[in-house]
T-cell receptor
Framework: DGGITQSPKYLFRKEGQNVTLSCEQN?????MYWYRQDPGQGLRLIYY???????QKGDIAEGYSVSREKKESFPLTVTSAQKNPTAFYLC????????????FGSGTRLTVV | GENVEQHPSTLSVQEGDSAVIKCTYS??????FPWYKQELGKGPQLIID?????GEKKDQRIAVTLNKTAKHFSLHITETQPEDSAVYFC?????????FGKGTMLLVSP
């Protein structure tokens, strides 16, 4: 079955360490997105990529970095510069063209202690 | 940029009642308005969407209405069931990105 996979589901890290969250899709979708979800805050856009080797900052990109070396993969690195990294992170993809709907992964809950 | 406001933040109904969630948006260039349902610990799932050239869309018990002039759109769920209990998000945008509302927690009591 086609889908979008985020791993791991739960991740614990010590303060000051960088951590990379994985996002892989086999839907052949062109665009991929990273959102952060905090209680009562909805979903806020971190980074997005509409094509391989290109990506754009979203509303809250500070302290995060991404890469898009392959169409299927869009990893997110939470750096030590992110002041409040504990959150639920959601990856999404979109086919492109006239199909605007997102398919979301099941999320990674990151806890920094 | 786009700004999406969603109300109410929580909604409690009895099984069989109707539920309505409302959203407003600010950017007149937005032309796509999806609704997502998120269950605890899972990613959001698209339940219905509407484009700016359509005023209303229905899929079984759920419907969405759009008023472009007033820049608001609404989700209507009829004959609610306990399994409808979840957090619902509206969003507005277009080709590049979507901006999401802060969500509505819907609780359907048996």
């Amino acid at each position: 079955d086609g889908g979008i996979t985020q791993s791991p589901k739960y991740l614990f890290r010590k303060e000051g360490q960088n951590v990379t969250l994985s996002c892989e899709q086999n839907l052949n979708h062109d665009a991929m997105y990273w959102y952060r979800q905090d209680p009562g805050q909805g979903l806020r856009l971190i980074y997005y990529s509409q094509i391989v080797n290109d990506f754009q900052k979203g509303d809250i990109a500070e302290g995060y970095s991404v890469s898009r070396e392959k169409k299927e993969s869009f990893p997110l690195t939470v750096t030590s510069a992110q002041k409040n990294p504990t959150a639920f992170y959601l990856c999404a993809s979109r086919r492109g063209g006239q199909d605007y709907g997102y398919t979301f992964g099941s999320g990674t809950r990151l806890t920094v202690v | 940029g786009e700004n999406v406001e969603q109300h109410p933040s929580t909604l409690s109904v009895q099984e069989g009642d109707s539920a309505v969630i409302k959203c407003t948006y600010s950017d007149s260039a937005s032309n796509y308005f999806p609704w997502y349902k998120q269950e605890l610990g899972k990613g959001p799932q698209l339940i219905i969407d509407i484009r700016s050239n359509v005023g209303e869309k229905k899929d079984q018990r759920i419907a969405v209405t759009l008023n472009k002039t007033a820049k608001h759109f609404s989700l209507h769920i009829t004959e609610t069931q306990p399994e409808d209990s979840a957090v619902y998000f509206c969003a507005a945008g277009g080709y590049s990105t979507l901006t999401f509302g802060k969500g509505t927690m819907l609780l359907v009591s048996p």
